[in-house]
């Protein structure tokens, strides 16, 4: 288990998968024989992972069935605990399962660790096994030791990760592996990586400048035409996106704590900015409401109808907005723009995921979707690698992250 550390060379992903809506009901992740599937001796609670099945071409379907177990695994960890939650799958050379592991809390074994000593409990060899870890092993020694050592020095010839490790403390896992000659891929469907380490991950982001403490993490999301088109020219966007890609985007909000937009998009397109499941009745739970600028919020706006509470906040600084989320406990934000705020948020280096829905349309003129970074070179384009892409009926959800520095 990575205790803490950004993937350096983890590689990028490559992930296309068909997506369903969030709240469609729960199926197998698992396809027959592939020897994985709830037990109900040792079923693993509710990882709160999306149930579509995992996709990525680098690995092999039994390594993503195992991906999937550990994310099941995962969920047997502390809640609470200021370490992650993690899983691990052992996989002999001919696919069969050889152990697995969990992390049980802070100064416990490492998820890996635990599934190696599993197989030694066993009397099970794992020379040229595969290790299949949802958070990628460290590198770093604490309590406990590097598990990128343990797993290279007995004998692992092959680790499938899904999360790079975001906290530089245990710095190197894949590169110590690498070293030692172990074949690394990472980065496999991260996403549903992401949403198993859950608020764990959020408290890795960097601080704000300055500023030493967690804030909250912020996904920048955008829907846009083939050509980058946010609006039409009269100003009408609704709907760029069909039905399922809306669908998806109402799941991302029942999840955050906060939904952010600007004046400009409150008077333009008098967003309720609720959670809603397909029928259209509001989710379990409603994120904060917050509108940044300086214009007041009308008395009759949607915002101020059913749905979550109403926060409206009279500046234009991304990073006064994230210290005052940061001071009510919101631990992950979602901006929803219009061009001007998630523009801002991209120019401050204050985005850490991007969700782009992209349709198949053309409009060829039209508000952008991002505008104002202050770009005037090639050299100096904001890079983003891809994490993963979902299918959402004819729409694509591309899911980015910012490329490290250099």
């Known amino acids: 288990m990575g205790a803490h550390r950004p993937g350096n060379g983890s590689g990028r992903v490559d992930a296309r998968r068909d997506a369903q809506s969030p709240f469609a009901p729960a199926s197998s992740a698992f396809d027959a024989g592939s020897g994985f599937g709830p037990r109900a001796a040792d079923a693993a609670p509710d990882v709160g992972v999306s149930a579509q099945p995992l996709t990525d071409n680098r690995v ?107 906290n530089p403390v245990a710095a190197g896992g894949t590169q110590v592996l690498r070293e030692r000659g172990v074949e690394v891929i990472g980065g496999v469907a991260e996403a549903s990586g992401r949403e198993a380490l859950g608020d764990w991950l959020a408290r890795q982001v960097a601080p704000l400048p300055g500023e030493v403490g967690a804030r909250p993490q912020v996904l920048v999301k955008m829907a ?16 760029i996106t069909g039905p399922a890609a809306r669908d998806h985007a109402h799941g991302t909000r029942a999840r955050v704590g906060a939904i952010v937009v600007g004046t400009g998009t409150l008077l333009a397109d008098d967003p309720a900015l609720t959670a809603r499941l397909p029928d259209g009745s509001l989710a379990d739970h409603q994120p904060l409401r917050v509108v940044m600028g300086t214009r007041p919020v009308p008395d009759d706006a949607a915002v101020r109808g059913p749905g979550g509470a109403l926060l409206a906040l009279r500046t234009h600084d991304p990073a006064e907005v994230l210290r005052e989320l940061s001071s009510r406990g919101v631990r992950e934000v979602l901006i929803e723009g219009g061009p001007t705020i998630a523009s801002a948020f991209l120019a401050a280096g204050l985005a850490d995921e991007l969700h782009a829905y992209i349709a198949p349309a053309l409009l060829g003129a039209g508000a952008q979707a991002v505008s104002g970074l202050g770009i005037s070179t090639i050299t ?13 009926g004819d729409d694509l959800l591309v899911v980015a992250r910012p490329c490290p520095p250099g």
């Not at 958070?135 to 790079?164: K, M, Q, Y």
């Not at 100096?380 to 959402?392: P, T, W």
């Open 60 to 166: 092999l379907p039994r390594e993503l069935a195992a991906l999937r177990r550990a994310f099941e695994l995962s969920a047997r960890g502390p809640a609470d605990d200021p370490n992650p939650r993690v899983g691990c799958v052992l996989l002999a050379p001919d696919g069969g399962v050889i152990a697995e592991g969990w992390h049980r809390g802070a100064g416990t074994a490492h998820a890996e660790a635990a599934a190696l000593a599993a197989a030694r409990a066993a009397g099970s060899d794992v020379r040229g096994a595969t290790a299949v870890v949802s958070l990628e092993p460290c590198a770093h020694w604490g309590r406990t030791g590097p598990c990128a050592v343990a797993l290279a020095d007995a004998g692992i010839t092959r680790v499938v990760f899904s999360v790079p490790d975001p």
């Open 224 to 239: 846009a035409t083939l050509d980058g088109r946010v609006a039409a020219a009269d100003g009408t966007s609704r709907w």
């Open 380 to 392: 100096s384009a904001l890079r983003f690698h891809i994490v993963d892409v979902h299918r959402l």
